[in-house]
Structure formats: C-alpha cells, structure tokens
C-alpha cells in the first residue's frame, strides 16, 4: 500500500487508531502517514468534547417514566417502534411529545373508511390474494389498498380546498401498513394546510412514499396491476400536484424548496432506474416499464423545477448566470 | 466515546439485564436506561437538529416510543441502535413538517471534562472542530457522530438512517475527508 492507500484506508476503516498489521507496518516506517493518522485520532478524540447546551428535560422524562402508571397513547406509540423493530419502513408520525399525554379520540372519519374499504373487497381480489406467496399478499395487500385509497383521494388531495384540521383527526394513524399511515398522514398535512410551500412538501413525502412502494413492489410479477396504477398515480402527484404548486410559492421559498424536492425527485428517478437495471431480465417487462415511467417522471419533475428555479432567480434583481450558464450566482459574488 | 473492549461488553451485559427487565414492567430498570442514553442520545439529535429544544424534544419522544414499544424489541440486538433508529425516523418526520429556525452554535466553547491521559486540542481549535462539524452535510454530520461518539458499527448506523453499509462507510468517510481538509492545516500550525 502507497501512502494515498493508506489515506483512504484509515478514512473508511471503523477504527483508524486500531489499524491492522499491513497498515500498521507502514504507519511504522512513514512519519507523513503517522502524524496524519494521529491528527485524524485527535480530531475524532475530541469530537466528545464539542459543545452542546444543558438540557432538564431528562429529569422530566424519568418522573414521567417512573410516576405515570401507563402512558395514554403507548398502544399507538407501541405500534410505531414496532414498526420500526420490524421493518425499516419511516412510519409517519407528525407530532413530537405532545400527543402523548393526549387522551387518544375515536377514530377520525378517514380511519374508518380505510376500515370499510377493506371489508368490501370483492370475491375475484380475494382469489387473486389466496393465489399469491404470503409476502407477496402482504405487498400487493398494502399496494392495492393505498391504490384504492390514493383513487379516492387522488384529485382531492391536490385539489381540495383546505380546511383545518379536526382534534381527533390529528390523531389518525391506525393503520399498520406504512403506505396507507403515511397516506393518510400526509392527507391531514394538506387538509390543513395554509401555505403552499407546506402542501409542496406533503406532496414531495407524498412521492416519495409512491416511488418507494413501485420500488418495493417492482420484483413481484403478481404486481402488475398495482404498480401501474401506483406510477400513474405517482405522475399525477408530480406532474400536476408539485409542478403546479410550486408556481404558487414564494420567491422566498422558491430558492430552496425547488432545489430540495427537485433533488428528491432525481434521487428517486435514479434509484429506480438503477433498480430496474440490477434486476434486469429477473423482473417482468410490467415491472420494468413501471420503473422506467418512474424514473420518466422524476426526472422531468426535477427538470421542470429546476427551470422553474432559474427563472425565479434570474427575475431578482441582482442575479445573473455564470458565464457558461451552468449556475447561478449573485451579482455581488460573482 | 468509544469504550474498551471489556468494559463495552460489561455494558451490553447490563443493558441486556435492564432490557430485559424492562420489557417485565419494570420502571426502574427502564429509568436507567434513559440515564444511561440520554446523553448521548440528546447529544447526537443537537448535532444533527442544531436546536436544543427540538433535539430534547426528539429525545423525550424515543425514549417513549421505545417504552411503548419494548415488546417488540428483539433480545440481543442493540439496543442503542434500536433507541436512535426511533429517534432518527421522528427526525425525519419531523424535518418534512415545519422547519424550524436553526439556532446558531454557542460561541464560547464550556472547558470540557477530560481525563489527564486524553489529548485535548486547544480551545481554538475545538471551536473550529464544533464549527467544522457543523457544517458538515447532515447525512454526513449523522453517520460520522453515530461511528465516533457512539461506536456504532457501519451496519449498525446503515439501520438507524435507513441506508446500506457501504453508504454508511461513505458517509463516515467523508466526512472525516472534509474534518481533516478544515483542522489538519489548524493543528500543524500548532505543532511544537
């Protein structure tokens, strides 16, 4: 190994101050490669010691830990960490401490109706189920339901004029598929939301748990159907949810919404497209397809929001292009 | 910090113990638990949040989702690991609502508490560490603190932030890349 090897080692090994012997015998003849090795050991050993605020809220905590007989709420609470014991699946919880110690409400209206929807479902989608893998059941299961339910909702949820939000309907998060909690969290974000740049990133969450369900669903050839009713709806969500709501923001928001969701949205087309190459001939042509309209999208929505971007920042004034119009700069900084 | 071997594998034994007793009903043994984390739970969601109250917010509300949840925590995987996946995915939630505004670092770095064995850099240059990782990109700033504070494994941390090992690596990667291109040429000046 050269010293630039051993650089690159060190950098990406767990323990650059326990290195192994091959490394170790170089550090022992090269003084350059030790005293870095020993400036990396340095920064790391001090990083314990950087700064940070006091904080009381631990003593609160433990009073609520040991005095509180049950926690109002753990069985929702108990619902997310095991969701996350179990899968590595966000599960969508907007409110931080505070509804802890709310008294849960009945189930809101949209709960109810996921409720429904469910127990109606006809005896051909119930053959279709008994058919399949039961991993794959579950996928579909939760696939197809979130289809049923974003059909429902689909132009409502962009469209709909906002309303604030009940009490109980805060609370609403009952269901144990991530997709359909996700769903309907970010529904109650854009029910009550009063400003557009709020409704742009319920969306953009919104996308992004559409192309993470394509993406989870694409190796299941029982899919089909699902998939592309989720990509169509995925389109939807981009083409005429974000690109059309970011008209509405601020210039202010503009700058660093558009360049945030935008890179969400390339990061999302990418993933897809890689994914649709890595399993290649492994997954059905409807799967394929299905990535590729993804990708499609993702990538015409960070386009299209990126243009939008540059033109928000050539109308300030002040603001140029560089030269080789590949980026933006500021008249002053140029 | 990371911690010698023994008394790590002391450690997980007596967590393994708490869990374990936790997961009965028992309060205490989940009150040390929390002694035993907040810190460095509270510490790495300041890093990352930049904000006091959101990151004792953030603490206080993993802390009670894992006492919810205890059940369905596996014996004998990490609990640590466990305890700052929950706290990561409410930061996450958290990010996609309201952004707050972020507070800006102290500017008087506290003397730290340090051993006599340990190497301390000067006060000048723990304020440009503080400085440098800060503004390090939060992916980054996340995976790095996880690795050298927490002594997470690149696979541990690839669970708490939702991504592979090898990003995990990556991410860790380069952000001691960035610390050493902003402090190396700090701490040469300052070689006897």
């Known amino acids: 190994m050269n010293c630039k090897e051993i650089k690159y080692f060190?950098?990406?090994?767990?323990n650059p101050d326990?290195?192994?012997?091959?490394?170790?015998?170089?550090?022992?003849?090269?003084?350059?490669c030790q005293d870095w090795q020993n400036r990396l050991a340095l920064i790391e050993m001090n990083v314990p010691f950087l700064p940070v605020p006091a904080s009381a809220t631990r003593a609160q905590l433990l009073r609520k830990v040991l005095i509180q007989p049950r926690l109002v709420g753990a069985d929702d609470l108990s619902a997310v960490a095991a969701a996350e014991s179990l899968t590595e699946t966000r599960v969508a919880i907007k409110d931080t401490v505070a509804p802890v110690s709310r008294v849960i409400e009945p189930k809101s209206p949209i709960v109810l109706t996921i409720g429904r929807s469910s127990s109606r479902r006809g005896a051909g989608l119930l053959h279709f189920f008994r058919d399949l893998e039961p991993s794959a059941?579950?996928?579909a299961a939760g696939g197809l339901a979130a289809a049923i339910l974003l059909v429902i909702f689909g132009w409502m949820v962009i469209r709909t004029p906002h309303r604030p939000p009940t009490p109980g309907s805060q609370l609403a998060r009952s269901s144990s598929d991530p997709l359909l909690a996700s769903i309907v969290e970010r529904d109650l974000r854009l029910a009550g939301a009063e400003r557009p740049s709020t409704r742009f990133l319920a969306l953009a969450d919104l996308a992004d748990d559409l192309s993470g369900e394509v993406k989870k669903l694409a190796p299941l050839p029982e899919a089909k159907g699902v998939?592309?009713?989720l990509v169509k709806r995925y389109q939807k969500v981009v083409r005429h949810g974000l690109l059309e709501i970011a008209q509405e923001?601020?210039?202010?928001?503009?700058d660093e919404l558009l360049n945030t969701v935008g890179e969400r949205l390339h990061v999302a087309g990418r993933t897809a497209d890689e994914l649709g190459e890595q399993l290649g001939a492994k997954i059905p042509n409807s799967s394929r397809d299905a990535l590729r309209r993804l990708t499609k999208a993702a990538f015409e929505g960070d386009r299209q929001l990126r243009d939008l971007r540059v033109q928000t920042f050539q109308q300030e004034p002040g603001n140029i292009r560089s030269p080789d119009g590949s980026a933006l700069v500021r008249r002053d900084n140029p | 910090m990371r911690l010698a071997t023994s008394e790590s594998e002391q450690l997980e034994l007596d967590e393994q113990v708490l869990v374990s007793r936790a997961q009965k009903g028992d309060r205490q043994a989940f009150a040390a638990l929390?002694?035993?984390?907040?810190?460095?739970?509270?510490?790495w969601l300041y890093h990352v949040t930049h904000h006091r109250q959101a990151a004792e917010d953030l603490a206080q509300e993993a802390f009670?989702?894992?006492?919810?949840?205890?059940?369905?925590?596996?014996?004998?995987?990490?609990?640590?690991?466990?305890?700052?996946r929950i706290a990561y995915n409410s930061f996450l939630n958290q990010r996609r609502g309201e952004a707050r505004a972020r507070q800006l670092f102290p500017d008087t770095v506290p003397a730290p508490q340090h051993g006599p064995d340990e190497q301390v850099m000067s006060r000048e240059n723990l304020q440009v560490l503080t400085r440098a990782v800060g503004r390090l990109p939060p992916d980054f700033r996340?995976?790095?603190?996880?690795?050298?504070?927490?002594?997470?494994?690149?696979?541990?941390?690839?669970?708490?932030?939702?991504?592979?090992?090898?990003?995990?690596?990556?991410?860790?990667?380069k952000a001691r890349q960035k610390l050493m291109d902003v402090l190396a040429p700090q701490l040469d000046r300052e070689k006897p």
């Open chain 1, 10 to 14: 060190l950098l990406g090994c767990e």
């Open chain 1, 18 to 32: 326990r290195p192994p012997a091959d490394v170790k015998a170089h550090l022992a003849v090269c003084h350059s």
């Open chain 1, 137 to 139: 059941r579950r996928y």
């Open chain 1, 227 to 229: 998939l592309d009713e």
């Open chain 1, 249 to 254: 923001l601020s210039a202010k928001d503009r």
């Open chain 2, 34 to 43: 929390v002694e035993q984390y907040w810190d460095g739970l509270y510490r």
């Open chain 2, 64 to 84: 009670l989702k894992a006492l919810a949840g205890l059940d369905s925590f596996r014996a004998g995987s990490n609990f640590r690991a466990w305890l700052f």
């Open chain 2, 142 to 173: 996340a995976a790095f603190l996880l690795r050298v504070e927490e002594g997470l494994s690149f696979r541990e941390i690839a669970g708490v932030l939702h991504t592979t090992e090898e990003t995990a690596r990556w991410r860790v990667f």
